[in-house]
């Protein structure tokens, strides 16, 4: 799991900054009362908490395949992505609306409003440099694609859900200041906990961005067409093979793919050239795909595959 280095510095860096930031949201929030303030506290205490689950799903999904995870346990990071976004809806989002219900119907104005201001703005400086880290690997991994084609097409949840939590966090930071403040100047204390409101708006369409992709992922993902090509282009490139007709696989881990190739053999082969062919397969892929950790060999004529293929298609269509 080496290549989970830049992914673990990300979470680390979130984990320690929330961490900080949480407990000086809450400490300021009982001095001034500050609905606003107390739902920043309660986000960032979930983003700890959502950091520290993150790392434990990837340490979770690095042990090796056992009896009774034949395949490897990868997909135990998408399980633990997809709890993250409940948690982000549930306790950061639910929270949030419920003070700013509560601070409406009995509105208490913000004290010591000055104290607000300074840890909002030390918390956008903390929160700021945590989100530059993520935004950097981020950018490292999505390359040349677009934004939102990257995280729809990233196989690693672990530095898209930081980069949007962080993102929603900055976005939290500019609407608990505007609610504090215009809470302040217009002496309208019920403006406090709409701001609070505001906070569970943004964790909310968050959560569910989150979630969708997460589902996506526990459901199962292909490999990316490159992969794929690649893959056919190796099978082909055998004395043995007459056509490699196409290829199932979906991604256990962010590094982890299991593939099922359907292959035309030459008719002449005897059943240990097969086997012999399949080896050589094995090992050109663990040597030049090592992300290919599980592979599946069918025998099969070219318009049977095309048949399957076809239903398969059809299938989608009507989804």
């Known amino acids: 799991m080496a290549g989970h280095s830049g992914s673990r510095r990300v979470i680390y860096a979130a984990l320690a900054g929330n961490l900080a930031i949480a407990l000086t949201k809450f400490a300021a929030a009982l001095v001034t009362g500050s609905s606003a303030m107390l739902s920043e506290g309660v986000h960032s205490l979930v983003d700890t908490g959502n950091g520290a689950l993150l790392l434990h799903g990837m340490r979770r999904a690095a042990r090796p395949p056992d009896r009774a995870h034949p395949l490897g346990h ?22 949030s609306f419920y003070e700013g219900v509560i601070h409406i119907m009995a509105p208490e104005p913000v004290v010591n409003a000055r104290v607000n201001y300074i840890v909002l703005g030390l918390s956008f400086l903390f929160e700021g440099s945590s989100w530059l880290v993520a935004l950097k690997e981020f950018r490292r991994q999505k390359g040349n694609q677009g934004w939102f084609e990257a995280v729809r097409r990233s196989k690693d949840p672990s530095v898209y ?4 939590e962080d993102s929603a ?30 906070i569970a708006a943004i964790l909310g369409a968050t959560a569910i961005f989150l979630a969708r992709e997460s589902k996506g992922l526990l459901l199962g993902e292909p490999a990316s067409l490159k992969v794929q090509r690649k893959v056919l282009a190796i099978a082909e490139d055998d004395p043995a093979v007459q056509r490699a007709n196409g290829i ?3 991604h256990i881990g962010p590094e982890e793919i299991v593939a099922g190739l359907s292959i035309e053999f030459e008719d002449h082969l005897t059943a240990p050239e097969i086997e012999a062919c399949v080896e050589r397969l094995e090992a050109r892929l663990k ?9 599946f060999v069918k025998p099969q004529a070219t318009g049977t595959w095309e048949r399957r293929r076809k239903v398969i298609a059809e299938a989608s269509e009507e989804d």
């Open 169 to 198: 966090a900055l976005l939290g930071l500019i609407v608990a200041f505007a609610g504090i403040l215009a809470s302040e100047l217009l002496e309208i204390p019920e403006l406090d906990g709409a701001g609070s409101i505001g």
């Open 74 to 95: 990868g997909r135990e990071l998408y399980f633990w992505s997809f709890i993250v976004a409940l948690l982000v809806f549930a306790l950061g989002a639910g929270v």
């Open 287 to 295: 040597k030049d795909m090592p992300e290919i950790t599980r592979l």
């Open 248 to 250: 199932l696989s979906v």
């Open 161 to 164: 859900t930081v980069l949007f």
